[in-house]
């Protein structure tokens, strides 16, 4: 099979690093974790995409420069590690120093000097770089008391932001491939089908579908066949908004590793693929490392720690193609040919790539895998819900004040994840919706925020759990406007094979954007109601099948904010460019000035202190006034 | 081969040929008659020439053994790949959920007025390409735009085309 990496990911060193068996794992594990000791202080950077492009890598390497100078390595044997993200990303690039947890957000690389001295070197704490915990409203010292942290529950993010995702030692020496062990040495394949079973894990990718069922229809129809079969990962993340995956597979790649091999033991398989969104190109970098150092280490390839099994993986990248997230839209794309579904009358555990069985689970679903055999079945099946175990991942985005990854038990309500891990919204507007599941999700409004979230309850409300991302929207956002944005998103990523989605879609689409430019007619909503239940009906795959679901769950739940701006011609968010205008309240302008220098146009004037006029033939309603303004002196109007 | 049409439209307009020793290095790299390396191949010509010349797609198929027809239909497919030369300066405004709410598309608006080219185009002199991404994974600085792959988080409305034009 063509199998030939990019050249920085080829292996250079020879079989003196594998590790034979199970007992010498745990002595190398061991090993590291002295040496690990042996520091007193470990500073952690993060290097995720977030922090890298804020400066993280100048943060890193001016830190690495500075102690190198100052001989401080001798002294107080620290070191500093780029670990991956995380998840509070809008506060990078974060500096956490261990053991003492305390931590730094938003360092550039010229607070590195004052870092070295007074933290260091001394032992003060710098004021200036500390989180301010909006809800109850005081600096935070150290990592484990932001609430952001303690109030979750990390297990498929378990290690990420801990360990350096370039070291397969740091992931050996914090208990990784242990799972892997103990699968290979003391479980027969049908007892590590038996233990995700009872796991209760399922799919983290949107579906649900419990992994247990999948790896076993699988492994027993290639069996009755006497055929091979494959299992592959998923992380062709294409949710706008979510990026879960993304940061497991750039900070703990291991772990996904980890869970294939287990998987591809339990089914029996000898290969398999991860398939990687052209979008993320760091996932990219750090997946192939870890799977050429695992390699290196006898974890993956031939014979993998003795036991006699073998199983390889390599790296499939995306085109940027949406759909390519659908299971037999992403096995065509893998085998080198045009991502497009087919009906699924067999499925893919029987027919899947290459027409051979086939297991595919997203990066989640496998990061949760070695966790589930270390700490036992039931440890998982405690956690969240009873038709939903375990944790899952949400990334917490939108118009909310910490925005990051989240991890949290099932049923969690999303009132706690929005406004107690969340800190609420920004500027404490008042909460208008919440998105989940991407474009094949729905809106859930303020009347639904003590639902509890798993699976289940989220698809009775005509949203759904999709792959964990969490848009948050205040009363600034128009919910027309969302749902024909998700609706554009699906015309785009339509591969148009089948006409329902190719044209119910795009027609749509049309009848929204008419009633966001003010053409909307009566009937309008009607109309887009029959087409739905068509699309929904008709369609072949699941991203048709759901589209709909944006514009049917924001009708259901803000049929009034339709109706405004299809009678009314008025967008009462102040979002549809050709529905509203800004003008400046005479009651709350104070005169600040702020509106008249964020105006990229120049179309507002006013002397200082006095009151402030928006000319409204010059003005491009960009909003970039409203965003300024501390006073909410910029109004919406007719 | 410098005659054909495209070679000749590359060089004319960026001063690069189509490098003939590229092009062979990069087509040994697959295996010959193995048609299940397409895309990965289209990857990597993407990659080496930061288009898809169609000359060079029409040689990888007399390679691999792929019709010419299934090459152009992936080419078309997948939204990595272009068949046009990008500008040397390639923005790329995130449209994902959490960038739009944050004001993506005004972004676009600003870009796509001030360059006089449509999202997805290259200005005439190749030195700007105008994209959208459907998200980068990066939601928690939106809105982002990225310049050339560098990422750049909470862009404000108004300053984006003084960071482009400053060639920053």
Redesign the interface.
């Known amino acids: 099979?063509?199998n030939?990496g990019p050249s920085w990911a080829r292996s250079k060193a020879g079989n003196e690093m594998r590790i034979e068996s199970v007992k010498s794992l745990k002595s190398l594990a061991d090993k590291v974790r002295r040496e690990q000791k042996k520091r007193s202080i470990e500073i952690l950077v993060c290097a995720g995409?977030?922090c890298?492009?804020?400066g993280a890598l100048e943060v890193a390497e001016s830190l690495e420069r500075a102690i190198t100078k100052r001989k401080l390595d001798a002294k107080l044997k620290l070191g500093v590690k780029r670990t991956g993200c995380h998840g509070?990303?809008?506060k990078?690039p974060l500096v956490v120093i261990q053991p003492a947890g305390i931590f730094y957000k938003g360092v550039r690389a010229k607070d590195v000097k004052e870092i070295v001295e007074k933290t260091l070197e001394g032992d003060e704490i710098i004021k200036r770089l500390l989180y301010r915990d909006p809800v109850a409203k005081k600096k935070v010292e150290t990592y484990q008391e932001i609430p952001f942290y303690s109030r979750q529950h990390r297990i498929a993010l378990r290690n990420i932001g801990k360990i350096d995702p370039a070291e397969i030692d740091d992931y050996i020496a914090h208990g990784g491939y242990q799972g892997l062990a103990t699968a290979l040495s003391a479980m027969k394949p049908d007892e590590v089908i038996d233990s995700i079973d009872t796991s209760g894990l399922r799919g983290r990718g949107g579906g649900g579908f419990p992994a247990g069922r999948k790896w076993r229809t699988c492994r027993n129809a290639a069996e009755e066949a006497d055929e091979p079969r494959y299992v592959l990962c998923n992380a062709d993340?294409?949710?706008?908004?979510?990026?879960m995956d993304?940061s497991i597979c750039e900070g703990d790649p291991h772990a996904v590793i980890e869970g294939m091999v287990i998987g591809a033991y339990a089914v029996g398989a000898a290969s398999g693929f991860i398939y990687v969104r052209?979008?993320?190109?760091l996932a990219v970098v750090n997946l192939a490392r870890a799977i050429t150092d695992a390699r290196e280490r006898g974890l993956l390839g031939d014979d993998i720690l003795g036991s006699g099994f073998s199983y390889d993986v390599e790296i499939?990248?995306?085109?940027?193609?949406?759909v390519c997230g659908e299971s037999s839209a992403l096995m065509k794309?893998v085998?080198?040919?045009?991502?497009e579904p087919r009906a699924k009358y067999v499925h893919s555990v029987i027919k899947g790539l290459y027409d051979k069985p086939t297991v595919l689970n997203n990066v989640e679903t496998w990061a949760n895998v070695p966790w589930i055999i270390t700490e036992g079945a039931d440890a998982f099946a405690a956690l969240g819900t009873k038709k939903s175990t375990g944790t899952k991942a949400f990334?917490l985005?939108?118009?909310v004040k910490n925005?990051?990854l989240v991890e949290v038990p099932m049923g969690i309500t999303l009132r706690e994840i929005i406004f107690e891990i969340g800190g609420g919204i920004i500027g404490d507007r008042p909460f208008k919706a919440v998105?989940t599941g991407?474009p094949s999700g729905g809106c859930l409004p303020e009347a639904e925020l003590d639902l509890a979230v798993d699976f289940d309850t989220l698809t009775s409300k005509g949203s759904m759990m999709g792959s964990g991302?969490m848009?948050v929207?205040d009363d600034q956002?128009c919910m027309v406007d969302?749902a024909r944005?998700?609706l554009k998103?699906l015309v785009?990523?339509s591969?148009g094979k089948c006409v329902p989605c190719r044209e119910g879609v795009n027609q749509l689409w049309l009848l929204l954007e008419d009633i966001c430019a003010g053409k909307g007619k009566k009937g309008d909503l009607e109309k887009i109601e029959a087409l739905s239940d068509t699309i929904v009906t008709a369609s072949l795959c699941a991203l048709g099948k759901s589209a709909p679901n944006p514009v049917l769950s924001t009708l259901r739940y803000f049929r009034d904010e339709y109706e405004s701006h299809i009678k009314g011609k008025h967008c009462p968010a102040g979002i549809c460019k050709d529905l509203f205008k800004f003008k400046i309240s005479k009651e709350k302008c104070t005169g600040c000035e702020a509106c008249a220098k964020?105006?990229?146009?120049d179309c507002i004037t006013g002397e200082k202190k006095k009151l402030h006029k928006i000319e409204n033939k010059k003005c491009?309603r960009?909003?970039?006034c409203r965003?300024v303004c501390r006073f909410d002196a910029v109004e919406v109007v007719r | 081969m410098s005659k054909t049409k495209d070679a000749g439209r590359v060089s004319e307009k960026t001063g690069r040929k189509l490098d003939e020793k590229k092009i062979k290095a990069l087509l040994e790299r697959f295996p010959e008659g193995d048609p299940r390396c397409l895309i990965h191949a289209l990857q990597d010509i993407q990659a080496t020439f930061g288009y898809i010349p169609c000359e060079v797609v029409i040689r990888l198929c007399d390679r691999i053994g792929v019709p010419m027809s299934k090459a152009f239909s992936a080419a078309t497919f997948y939204k990595a790949f272009s068949l046009d030369p990008k500008g040397d300066l390639i923005i790329r405004v995130c449209t994902g959920t959490a960038c739009h709410i944050r004001g993506a598309q005004t972004l676009v608006d600003e870009v796509s007025g001030s360059l006089k080219v449509k999202p997805g185009a290259t200005t005439k002199d190749l030195k700007f390409t105008l994209e959208t991404v459907n998200c980068v994974g990066a939601c928690a600085m939106a809105p982002v735009v990225s310049l050339n792959g560098k990422y750049h988080g909470n862009v404000q409305p108004g300053t984006l085309v003084g960071k482009i034009k400053g060639g920053k």
């Open positions: 099979m063509f030939q995409t977030g890298l492009a804020n509070f990303c809008e990078g993340e294409g949710d706008p908004g979510a990026f993304r052209d979008e993320y190109p499939a990248r995306g085109g940027g193609a949406f794309s085998a080198g040919e045009v991502g990334s985005v939108g118009k925005t990051g998105q991407g991302g848009i929207m956002t969302v944005y998700f998103f785009d990523e591969c964020a105006c990229p146009v491009t960009c909003g970039a965003n």
